[in-house]
C-alpha cells in the first residue's frame, strides 16, 4: 500500500464545504458510494437522518464558519 501526503486543514474545510454543497443543492435525502482506495474499499454514507446516536458524530461545523 503506497502512503499518501495528508490533507491540509484547508484542503479539507474545502472538501466538508464541498460536500455540505452538494447536500443542499444535489442530494434528496441520503447517497450511499463505494470507491477503491489503496487501503481497500472506502464505503459512504451521507445522510440527512440521523444512524445511532447524534453524540457518536464529531461536528465539524466550526471549521466551515472559520
Known sequence: ????????????????????????????????????SSKGKLFIDLRLSINGYESAYTDLSDLLNE
Open 1 to 36: 500500500m503506497s502512503e499518501s501526503k495528508p490533507l491540509s486543514k484547508e484542503e479539507f474545510v474545502e472538501m466538508l464545504s464541498l460536500v455540505k454543497r452538494y447536500s443542499e443543492s444535489s442530494m434528496d435525502q441520503w447517497e450511499t458510494w463505494k470507491i477503491d
